[in-house]
């Protein structure tokens, strides 16, 4: 069983930034595409960003682009989002996911306040 651990979430004002983390229990992401996702209360699930195989670009959704940054350690078998002018409609809980969504982590809260 794989299990993707995220960390690094939490409490920020507006304009901070934050970097979250998720970690993979084996080695999958050699051979696997990566994503973030949010979800605020009462929406739906957001996609946010993805790394797709092969590893040639980073897409973003339009409500993050230029402000969140997507990046992957295969040596780390992990990878990260770096949340940078943060916005209080950027609060919710940011998922990570493996392999087109067959794994998830447990979701990390963002809090960010005017």
């Known amino acids: 069983q794989v299990q993707l651990v995220e960390s690094g979430g939490g409490s920020v004002q507006a304009g901070g930034s934050l970097k979250l983390s998720c970690v993979a229990s084996r080695y999958i992401l050699d051979n696997c595409g990566m994503a973030w996702y949010r979800q605020a209360p009462g929406k739906e699930r957001e996609w946010l960003s993805s790394?797709?195989?092969?590893?040639?670009?980073?897409t973003y959704a339009a409500s993050v682009k230029g402000r969140f940054t997507m990046s992957p350690d295969n040596a780390k078998n992990a990878f990260y989002l770096q949340m940078n002018s943060l916005k209080p409609e950027d609060t919710a809980i940011y998922s990570c996911?493996?392999?087109?969504?067959?794994?998830w982590g447990q979701g990390i809260q963002v809090t960010v306040s005017s």
């Open positions: 996911a493996a392999c087109g969504g067959v794994y």
């Open positions: 790394i797709s195989m092969p590893r040639t670009s980073t």
